[in-house]
């Protein structure tokens, strides 16, 4: 079975998307991709390298140049935290994809993560209520903190072949 769009997952830093993403394409046998890894690859630089050298504009242009490419190539793609923050971004996932926004409370989300800018807490929440507007504009929602892995997997599976 192959579905007409991809699956795209969005969600906060540390909500889980690549991890699912992974996972999930594993288990059904689909093409995976991270955004923010396959951009890292392209430029030869991590995200926290990229926007200290290059600045957030930069990212951000490269970024939705990327996902264009990458929207017709994968079955599954774990998004950046701030993809859907252009909207030009959000509008080519709602009409080409199946946006589904991975749920998770702040308070529940790692405050540290690998590869990426070092945030307080202050900043991390700010960042997090900027992006939500976007997050809730994906018709998908799963709320991580009420589904364990196999139901996670069965709704994606559901969301996927429809």
């Not at 192959?2 to 699912?20: D, E, R, V, Y």
């Not at 200290?52 to 190539?73: A, C, D, M, V």
């Not at 971004?89 to 080409?96: G, K, M, P």
Request: hydrophobic residues 35%; charged residues 25%; negative net charge.
């Amino acid at each position: 079975m192959q579905p007409s769009k991809p699956l795209c997952l969005c969600g906060f830093m540390g909500a889980g998307k690549t991890t699912l993403g992974d996972l999930f394409s594993k288990k059904y046998h689909l093409t995976f991709q991270d955004l923010d890894h396959a951009l890292e690859k392209e430029l030869g630089m991590n995200v926290t390298e990229i926007f200290e050298t290059q600045g957030e504009e930069y990212f951000r242009k490269k970024e939705s140049e990327l996902l264009k490419l990458l929207i017709n190539q994968y079955n599954i793609i774990a998004l950046g935290g701030g993809t859907l923050l252009d909207e030009s971004n959000l509008n080519l996932l709602l009409e080409r994809s199946k946006l589904v926004y991975l749920n998770k409370s702040f308070t529940d989300l790692p405050k540290e993560l690998p590869n990426r800018p070092l945030l307080s807490e202050e900043s991390q929440r700010f960042l997090f209520e900027q992006r939500l507007p976007g997050y809730l504009k994906a018709p998908y929602t799963l709320d991580l903190q009420q589904l364990d892995e196999s139901e996670i997997h069965g709704k994606l599976w559901q969301i996927w072949s429809e």
